[in-house]
């Protein structure tokens, strides 16, 4: 049952805890860790919750724009009683869910016993949605919970459509048609969905999201109103009572109002950054094509090959992030071959190249993170998506939004070729061709600051959260 909040609501206005509890995978970190700065910049104790596991990998978080406002606490996921290797992922799951609502409840326990708990109670717990257990746990413990999807609202939509029965898998016919989202296509939906039989892990661990989400009194999507309007509009109808407050990126490049805010604070690898920035700055602007493919990718042979001939072969100059365990799948003398023209690092601070003047367009795997990255700072985008959220993402980057392209890959082989890729560069990159692609992004650049800024959309919503919140009477 939802927790009555009018009845918890008191008069004052006392200041309060609040625990964010990400998923310890980069990509669903940053954009919870960014909605914690948020907070903790409307005066909250916000404290990030993450796994052990990750303990080694990431860098000190930087919070001198919040003082002790926002701190990191790390909690067992009982993976040091287990051979990682040899599990599988529905084993992980259970064991990650199993240790981590022991060890979160111990936090809990923690917070409240500590010596300023009186001052900062602790209130709320934000969960990434891929642990709806998280709940339970808060609300034993008699405090309020509420999960944080990372994925675009569209594509939190289509598994809801999905779970509830609305959409039918596998596909019957050639399109997939739901309300408020554009005919998608086989290889428009997310790969949990278009390919069953591949991924039925994932799948059930996406459906999950949902056993509890009529429960909830807030659902926290990591975008923003004029971004997804049709699919809010669909998902107010059905009252969920979703709230827009992203895009999640550091507040530099965006509204700037949070001046330390300048990186997401947690990483997991560590990037070349004098490297990069020197490169570009050697460039002409608008003349590189930065290519990524985010810190999951796992490309063939075959496809890095294509890809690097592709990208020398579009007659820009690039800069491309192949993780070091990726390295040896790049053609022999690779890297010598494209001296001056090219670069190859093995990650790099993405924000900051994408916001670099040299920097054309985006040739992205189309995580949800880097699409809007590249649409808050205004980069067009190639999309080449391989799995999960992905395809979708393409579909909107391309069809809705309509600032980029889409690489065509071979039908039989699923392999993007030189060629495509190629072509599909200098489409975007061309001074006249590309010029609709570049008009539109700046659009969608404005939209997303004027959503975070003062008074916008985003801003409203991370308000009203945080009134209520302290408005709490426990």
Known sequence: MKLDLEKQMGTGAAQSHILVFTFPVQGHMNPMVQFAKRLASKGQRVTIVTTISTSKSVQKLNSTSFGSNLRMELISDGSKQVDQDSETIEEFIERFRIATSKSLTKLMTKVRNSSDASQYPLKFLVYHSAMPWALDVARRQGIDGAPFFTTSCAVATI????????????????????????????????SFVSHVESYPAYLKLAMKQYSNLKEVNWIFCNSFDKLEEEVLNWME?????????????????????????????????????????????????????????????????????????????????????????????????????????????????????????????????????????????????????????????????????????????????????????????KEVMDKEKGMKFRKASLIWKELAKEAVDEGGSSDKNIEEFVATVRSINL
């Open 237 to 425: 109808s059905q009252d969920w009572p979703v709230k827009m407050i992203g895009p999640t990126i550091p507040s530099i490049f965006l509204d700037q109002k949070l001046e330390d805010d300048k990186d997401y604070g947690l990483s997991l690898f560590k990037p070349s950054v004098e490297t990069c920035m020197k490169w570009l700055d050697s460039k002409q602007p608008g003349s590189v094509v930065y290519a990524s493919f985010g810190s999951l990718a796992d490309l063939t042979i075959e496809q890095t090959e294509e890809l690097a001939r592709g990208l020398n072969n579009s007659s820009y100059n690039f800069l491309w992030v192949v993780r070091e365990s990726e390295k040896e799948k790049l053609p022999k003398n690779f890297v010598e071959e494209i001296s001056g023209k090219g670069l190859v690092v093995s990650w790099c601070p993405q924000l900051q190249v994408l916001a670099h003047k040299a920097v054309g367009c985006f040739l992205t795997h189309c995580g949800w993170n880097s699409t809007l990255e590249a649409l808050s700072l205004g980069v067009p985008m190639v999309v080449l998506p391989h799995w999960a959220d992905q395809p979708t993402n393409a579909k909107f980057v391309t069809d809705v939004w309509k600032v980029g392209v889409r690489v065509k890959v071979n039908k039989k082989s699923g392999v993007a070729k030189k060629e495509e890729i190629a072509m599909r560069i």
């Open 159 to 190: 598994f809801h459509h999905v779970y509830a029965g609305t959409l039918k898998l596998p596909l019957e016919g050639s399109r997939a048609i739901m309300p408020s989202i554009p005919p998608l296509a086989l290889n428009d939906l997310p």
